[in-house]
T-cell receptor, first 112, second 115 residues
């Protein structure tokens, strides 16, 4: 079964608005990563947050991590049409084999 | 820096036929992943290599899927015989370390259609 679960499954907003996506996971992690996937393309890494970090910024992206709640959020500020894509969180497990496990993703649509 | 190369980009086969996908990771990346992504779902890890050794293949349907990474560089994923439910995009990714604090770089994927 998938480790991470994104919420909502789909999100549609107007250009210029902020978009927030959430990710919940089940077991202890070493770090959590967010990826973007444009239609018909491979995944592109956006940002990585380690288990001992609470917040991280990269350009218009802000990621938070709450290990006590086993959840993370990705905020995209001042959204643009080019941000239309699917966004996935991926968790890296501490125990056993360290593998990158993806959730089902949030499909984000930015309306011009 | 060249990215992860995959071929072919598209493949259409009939059920019960065999098919092979090829992946060339980024130079120097020890970890290589193969994922299966069914339309509308997230990528599902099939197999993970560290150099030429298998780290995890717990979700690889071993009765029909096989993968190898000779010399710890290129990798091939094979399906024999294919079933209709194997229709998906097969993504190859690589990372410098074993997913430990480093990002994974993905290829464009191979879209497989089984008819």
């Amino acid at each position: 079964s998938q480790q991470g679960e994104e919420d909502p499954q789909a999100l549609s907003i107007q250009e210029g608005e902020n978009a927030t996506m959430n990710c919940s996971y089940k077991t202890s992690i070493n770090n959590l990563q967010w990826y973007r996937q444009n239609s018909g393309r491979g995944l592109v890494h956006l940002i990585l947050i380690r288990s001992n970090e609470r917040e991280k910024h990269s350009g218009r992206l802000r990621v938070t991590l709450d290990t006590s709640k086993k959840s993370s959020s990705l905020l995209i500020t001042a959204s643009r049409a080019a941000d239309t894509a699917s966004y996935f969180c991926a968790t890296v497990w501490l125990q056993g084999a360290q593998k990158l496990v993806f959730g089902q993703g949030t499909r984000l649509t930015i309306n011009p | 820096e060249a990215g992860v190369a995959q071929s072919p980009r598209y493949k259409i086969i009939e059920k019960r036929q065999s098919v092979a996908f090829w992946c060339n990771p980024i130079s120097g990346h020890a970890t290589l992943y193969w994922y299966q992504q069914i339309l509308g779902q997230g990528p599902k890890l099939l197999i993970q290599f560290q150099n030429n050794g298998v780290v995890d293949d717990s979700q690889l349907p071993k009765d029909r899927f096989s993968a190898e990474r000779l010399k710890g560089v290129d990798s091939t994923l094979k399906i024999q015989p294919a079933k209709l439910e194997d229709s998906a995009v097969y993504l190859c990714a690589s990372s410098f370390l074993q997913g430990f604090g480093t990002e994974a770089f993905f290829g464009q994927g191979t879209r497989l259609t089984v008819v």
